[in-house]
């Protein structure tokens, strides 16, 4: 089989689609992943074909990161022709002849492609976005509605691609020469099936949801040698295993102030920490005794060595904490972030999420009644290392009975 992969986004929507693919290739299949240039290394140092797709759209993000509104709304007027870019470089892709797709609904390209393939597309989901269900409102809805309007809510993941289907129209049918009338990401992924991957110990599926459409677990990278640099493997030594504060590519916008809130947080519960700067929402101008400031390491390296997870709630970094076994402190900022918090309080594995305002005494009160879930989120962690995602979706792949929307 010779599967075509694509996922555009940050490191957190490429990493579990390399997963897929290193678990495809090393079971005797020939994927090709597609996603933003700059992730290259990361494929080929897995053995993985790669085909680098635009990623004009990721840099601006990180151009305009932390400027404020007006910056942001200037960016945005440059997203659709790097959108048509992005979408280009996709076309390009049917020089491949993949005998299958499986996409990011972020691409916006992949069902399309397929289409233009004659091949079967499957949406790979890191988070539960297009399948309706009564049991739950949609996750990146912004805010709480009654639970009879659950199943209504889920309308508002087509109005986020509203703003780009005129794009699309254009491109399927100009570029790829398709004339089938053109369908909302949603109704494909309704036809053409779809893989939730997450681990069910985390959100199991919904009673109303099909059979085929049960999370896999987690789609996760095999475990490799990592060196860590000199003084945080000294660091990790010297003491009780410290906090992890990191806060990934979420951005408060104001990083000085956040930090300063999580130092005094820190100070205040008398542990040691380590904080993550990630892509600038923690921006330390001092390394206080106790704390080790770093730009990243691998969560599958370093949360087992830490005793508490403070973070913003995106999946990946969820996932991490869960497989580690410590107890977690959401601070969620935008989209299925509150989402995930309020799951982990749920399972007894994180207090209620840190919403609203945010001050050192509540966040350190809230680490130390996150301490004391300690047990449940070992208890958890062996379960859900328990699960192999990968191999549970190589198999499901393999056999699937798709059909082409």
Do not use: C
């Amino acid at each position: 089989m010779k599967p075509l992969l694509i996922t555009v986004g940050s490191r957190g929507d490429v990493q579990p689609y390399l997963a897929l693919a290193h678990g495809l290739l090393a079971a005797g299949h020939r994927p090709l992943l597609a996603a933003p240039r700059r992730f290259e290394p990361l494929a080929t140092a897995r053995g993985v074909d790669f085909a680098p797709l635009n990623d004009e759209m990721l840099a601006l993000q990180d151009k305009v990161q932390g400027q404020g509104v007006r910056a942001a709304m200037t960016a945005a007027r440059s997203v659709k022709p790097m959108l048509r870019r992005l979408l280009d470089d996709q076309a390009k892709l049917t020089h491949h002849k993949a005998d299958m797709v499986i996409y990011h609904p972020k691409s916006l390209g992949g069902p399309h492609l397929a289409e233009k393939l004659g091949v079967p597309a499957l949406a790979g989901l890191l988070l539960p976005l297009y399948l309706p269900t009564a049991a739950f409102p949609s996750p990146i809805l912004p805010v709480r509605v009654p639970r009879a309007l659950n199943r209504a809510s889920w309308r508002i993941s087509s109005a986020v691609e509203a703003p780009y289907r005129g794009t699309v129209r254009d491109w399927r049918a100009g570029t790829l020469g398709l004339r089938r009338a053109f369908r909302p990401v949603a109704d494909l992924i309704e036809a053409g099936g779809v893989l939730h991957a997450w681990s069910p110990h985390l959100l199991p599926a919904p009673a109303d949801w099909p059979a085929q459409a049960r999370p896999t677990g987690f789609w996760t990278m095999p475990a490799v040698d990592w060196t860590p640099p000199e003084r945080l493997a000294r660091f990790l030594d010297d003491g009780d295993p410290p906090i992890y504060v990191g806060f990934g590519s979420s951005h408060s916008g104001d990083p000085e102030s956040l930090t300063a809130t999580v130092l005094e947080a820190v100070r205040l519960t008398g542990r040691r920490a380590v904080l993550a700067t990630g892509w600038g929402a923690l921006r330390p101008g001092t390394e206080p005794d106790g704390v080790l400031v770093i730009e990243e390491a691998p969560h599958e390296w370093l949360l087992p060595r830490t005793a508490i997870a403070v973070h913003h709630g995106g999946i990946g970094t969820v996932a991490a904490a869960l497989r580690a076994g410590v107890p977690q402190v959401v601070r969620p900022f935008v989209g299925d972030q509150p989402f995930w918090a309020r799951r982990l309080h749920h399972l007894g594995v994180a207090p209620a999420p840190v919403t609203g305002r945010l001050t050192p005494d509540r966040l350190a009160a809230t680490i130390e009644e996150a301490a004391t879930l300690a047990p449940a989120a070992h208890t958890l962690a062996a379960e859900v290392r328990a699960e192999d995602g990968v191999a549970t979706t190589v198999t499901r792949i393999t056999h699937a009975d798709t059909a082409q929307p």
